[in-house]
């Protein structure tokens, strides 16, 4: 079965940054879109950031745009986010998440998603 690992969370002040990683597993993971989420306490998860299957093509949420970068790598089955200029308002549980269908584009919609992993901490002290 697919599973999906995320690291990387922690505590950072404001103004820094943090890099998290994915790992997956149990599918071929070139073939796949893969997304960031987040969720903060007492708030619906959001899309953060995607990368369509090829790595050709990105989406980002207009609240992360020009501070977070995703990325992937294949031969390592795991996908990166790379997070700076951190403000206490990125302060969620961060999850990544696998596309249904193969080689389709980078999407937003939770809906379009069908593995996730359990979620990564990152808490922003101002």
């Known amino acids: 079965q697919v599973q999906l690992v995320e690291s990387g969370g922690g505590l950072v002040q404001a103004g820094g940054s943090l890099r998290l990683s994915c790992a997956a597993s149990g599918r071929t993971f070139s073939s796949y879109a893969m997304g960031w989420f987040r969720q903060a306490p007492g708030k619906e998860r959001e899309f953060v950031a995607a990368?369509?299957?090829?790595?050709?093509?990105?989406a980002y949420a207009d609240s992360v745009k020009g501070r977070f970068t995703i990325s992937r790598d294949n031969a390592k089955n795991t996908v990166y986010l790379q997070m700076n200029s951190l403000k206490p308002e990125d302060t969620a549980v961060y999850y990544c998440?696998?596309?249904?269908?193969?080689?389709?584009?980078?999407?937003?919609?939770?809906?379009?998603?069908?593995?996730w992993g359990q979620g990564t901490q990152v808490t922003v002290s101002s």
């Open positions: 998440a696998q596309a249904s269908a193969a080689r389709t584009r980078a999407y937003s919609r939770a809906s379009e998603y069908t593995y």
């Open positions: 990368i369509s299957w090829s790595g050709g093509s990105t």
